[in-house]
């Protein structure tokens, strides 16, 4: 007589799911905090209930935002920037500094240099961010290029810089990920000849990155759509800079 006389659950299939996803969603939130959320639109469960149909999880809940929630809920404010290193025909070395806006995958700025110091480096951060104009935050590594004037001019800016841990790429993936597609997409195709010649193509490459090519994470979308898809929720419509666009008296 005591065996319930329904296995059906008391509340709504729509509420448990509700349940679920809350707790999947915010992995730091506890049976009490999602059961205030649910009152707010009105739906009315107990402790004890939320706890029933809250997904079972072994591991332990984070005590802080992950990585990947930090770059998602922060992206519209975030810049990366890395170097990547090119040889010519005649086996000199040269790099290629680029900054890309995390949000629309803007590529930002980008210059080339044989002798990358950090006066240069901060040079090519002054001028990506004219009158003072520049994200919250901006991701680099921990390569000695980037010194004190760097630094200085970052802070000045109100940047603040986020270091990546050692060997770890993927803390800068999107960054790495534009540095694949220009070797796979561009400079795996041709000899450079000089630093006037890399700095050429990189500037081609980008325009073409930034006003035409599809980017898988906007799906399919265009960093700098044409006029016609502007508010059409495809790509960003952030214009660049005389330097950022491609234009070079080579």
């Known amino acids: 007589k005591s065996n319930p006389k329904s296995q059906s659950p008391r509340i709504p ?13 915010n992995l730091t939130w506890g049976a009490e905090r999602i059961r205030g959320e649910l009152l707010k639109p009105g739906i009315k ?56 806006e995390h949000a629309s995958r803007r590529i930002v ?16 951060l ?25 630094s200085a001019i970052a802070a000045g800016t109100g940047i603040k810089e986020i270091r990546t841990p050692v060997g770890a790429p993927n803390a800068n993936a999107i960054c790495e990920r534009y540095i694949g597609t220009l070797r796979r ?11 006037k010649h890399l700095y050429g193509v990189s500037q081609e490459f ?14 399919q979308g265009i960093p700098i759509p044409p006029a016609d898809q502007l508010g059409s929720g495809k790509g960003h419509g952030i214009l660049l800079g005389a330097k950022a666009r491609g234009v070079n008296a080579l």
Not at 126 to 150: S, V
Not at 185 to 195: A, F, K, P, V
């Open 13 to 25: 299939a729509e509420t448990i799911s509700l349940i679920r996803q809350m707790a999947a969603d």
């Open 45 to 100: 469960v107990s402790k004890r209930t939320v706890q029933k149909y809250m997904a079972r999880n072994d591991t332990p809940s984070p005590s802080g935002q992950t990585w990947a929630t930090f770059l998602m809920n922060h992206a519209p404010h975030i810049w990366a920037c890395d170097f990547t290193q090119v040889f010519d025909i005649m086996f000199r070395s040269l790099f290629i500094f680029l900054i890309i």
């Open 206 to 219: 980008v325009a073409f990155y930034n006003q035409a090519r599809p980017h898988q994470g906007l799906q």
């Open 109 to 124: 700025h980008v210059a080339v240099t044989s002798h990358p110091s950090d006066a240069w480096v901060a040079q090519q």
């Open 185 to 195: 997409e561009c400079l795996d195709h041709m000899i450079i000849l000089n630093h």
């Open 126 to 150: 002054r001028e990506a961010t004219p009158w003072a104009e520049g994200p919250r935050y901006l991701i680099r590594d921990n390569d000695p290029k980037f010194g004190q004037h760097f």
